[in-house]
């Protein structure tokens, strides 16, 4: 039953999330995706899963709807969003699709699949090397809610953290009005798509047939106020930016891409976890 709080599963393993209730498949069959909306990750892919891609489930603005969210306060009233959602997902073979995981008005979150073992059907060539999580928007006023908001960005910062190599806490800078460049190229190829870009990044951010509201600009505001710093893809500047991490910790192979060799470097250098967190000080004051 939804509520139980059991936690993500990674790797056939339940995870609890601090001050998140996560009520997963293993809990609720009815929260399973079905075969044809995943598949089995490859052991390349396993090794290394260096994205989650946002999004939310309406996707307003966007398409034929172009009305601006409403971000309403505080939590909102259950929408039985974890088996709702998951059944519109299960419910037409021919149109494959699904995320790892669902987080309704009230700020419930329900794991449909393995983060570690399973590759969703959400964000086209991404897929591969990501977690997707959708956000449940509503239809009468394009609404989300402010607390759900700030409890997707807590989970987003979790799922960071726990898997086995650590994802770091970046996302783009605000959006543009259309994918980033980078991106667009890298799933254009048939190399593993995005390998240099890791971290936190909107549905809208990979391809030009999402629009805005896939996820709006409000949930990267969360996620940016849970402490997740914005640098420019599309400019590179992460890659310049992680240069120079990586050759302050004496990796060798300083690339510019977080991998697993930077991640173990920063756990050595006595960063939390893996991830690169600024230090206080060197945060803007008010």
Not at 44 to 50: G, K, L, N, S
Not at 265 to 279: N, R, S, T
Request: proline letters at 8%.
């Amino acid at each position: 039953m939804p509520g139980m709080g059991s936690g993500l599963v990674i790797g056939n393993q339940r995870v609890p999330v601090p001050g998140v209730d996560v009520t997963s498949f293993l809990d609720d069959p009815a929260l399973r995706l079905a075969s044809y909306d995943k598949r089995l990750r490859s052991s390349r892919e396993r090794a290394w899963v260096h994205l989650v891609v946002v999004h939310t489930t309406g996707g307003i603005p966007g398409g034929s709807d172009l009305r601006p969210q409403v971000i309403k306060p505080g939590f909102g009233p259950p929408s039985g969003g974890g088996e709702r959602v998951v059944a519109s997902w299960t419910s037409d073979p021919k149109r494959p699709g699904g995320a790892h995981l669902v987080v309704d008005f009230d700020g419930r979150a329900y794991c449909c699949a393995d983060l570690l073992s399973d590759a969703t059907y959400h964000a086209e060539r991404a897929n591969g090397c990501s977690v997707g999580v959708e956000v449940v928007q509503g239809h009468a006023e394009a609404e989300l809610y402010q607390s759900q908001l700030d409890v997707a960005a807590r989970l987003v910062l979790e799922i960071c953290r726990l898997m086995p190599v650590p994802i770091q806490w970046q996302v783009p800078t605000p959006y543009a009005g259309k994918p980033l460049l980078r991106f667009v190229d890298s799933l254009a190829h048939d190399s593993v798509p995005l390998g240099d870009v890791v971290g936190i990044v909107g549905h809208r951010d990979l391809t030009a047939n999402r629009g805005e509201g896939d996820p709006g600009d409000a949930l990267m505001a969360s996620l940016v106020a849970a402490g997740c710093e914005r640098l420019d893809f599309g400019a590179g500047q992460d890659l310049t930016v992680w240069k120079e991490r990586q050759a302050q910790l004496g990796v060798a192979t300083a690339d510019g891409v977080p991998g697993p060799a930077t991640v173990k470097a920063l756990a050595v250098a006595g960063h939390p976890d893996g991830i690169w967190q600024a230090p206080i000080s060197s945060q803007p004051t008010s």
